[in-house]
């Protein structure tokens, strides 16, 4: 079936240090993953998205990365700040659904310990 | 440019009462979708419209929920009668074709 998991659901980090949320995806045929940030009470917030024709993939303090054969994603947050606390959604979009469906991990709660 | 607004934030109703939620969507995309997180599970898609039209209810859990999207613009989902575990945060999205789906800041349900 589809699924999408996260490893660990707590990862707390010191300010300034990098850190790395990993995500292990079930359908070997998505072909876009997206990776959003959670804040409370707020909604999903895109943080950067990735291909299946890409392996890594930057953004501005952000870089994703994908491995396709062991079917897995992971976010890498450089300098990791206070205000980058927040639940970490990854997303697959299933084969088949035009970019149209989502489908969610569980979250990786990050705290980031001044 | 406005995000994605939901309307209300919060919702409390006893089991048995209905309940509308509402999502107004930024302006110009004609792509909708609904979303809910129900207590310690993932976000689940419950379906998409393309302008008034619904592309894919695949997700809706059954015909206590309907959905509508007349005109276009904002959208509807309204729970009849409403349960015990429907509580959750319901959350809506939009985007142009293909592209990113930027979410509002959800409505929580809560069923007593």
């Known amino acids: 079936g589809e699924s999408v998991g996260l490893h660990l659901p707590t990862l707390s980090v010191q300010e300034g240090d990098n850190s790395i949320i990993n995500c292990a995806y079930s359908?070997?045929?998505?072909?876009?993953f997206i990776w959003y940030k959670q804040e409370s009470g707020k909604g999903p917030q895109f943080i950067i998205d990735i291909r299946s024709n890409m392996d890594k993939r930057q953004g501005q303090r952000v870089t994703v990365l994908l491995n396709k054969t062991v079917k897995h994603l992971s976010l890498q947050i450089a300098a990791t700040q206070p205000g980058d606390s927040a639940v970490y959604f990854c997303?697959?979009?299933?084969?088949?659904?035009?970019?149209?469906?989502?489908?969610f991990g569980t979250g990786t709660r990050l705290l980031v310990s001044p | 440019e406005a995000g994605v607004t939901q309307f209300p934030s919060h919702s409390v109703i006893e089991k048995g009462q209905t309940v509308t939620l509402r999502c107004d969507p930024i302006s110009g995309h004609d792509n909708l979708y609904w979303y809910r997180r129900v207590m310690g599970k993932e976000i689940k898609f419950l379906l998409h419209?393309?302008?008034?039209?619904?592309?894919?209810e695949s997700g809706m859990p059954n015909n206590r929920f309907l959905a509508e999207r007349t005109g276009g613009t904002y959208s509807t989902l309204k729970v009849q009668p409403a349960e015990l575990e429907d509580s959750g945060v319901y959350f809506c999205a939009s985007s142009h074709p293909g592209d990113t789906q930027y979410f509002g800041p959800g409505t929580r349900l809560t069923v007593l």
């Open positions: 997303a697959e979009n299933p084969p088949n659904t035009g970019f149209q469906k989502l489908v």
């Open positions: 359908n070997s045929a998505s072909d876009y």
């Open positions: 419209f393309v302008k008034e039209s619904k592309q894919d």
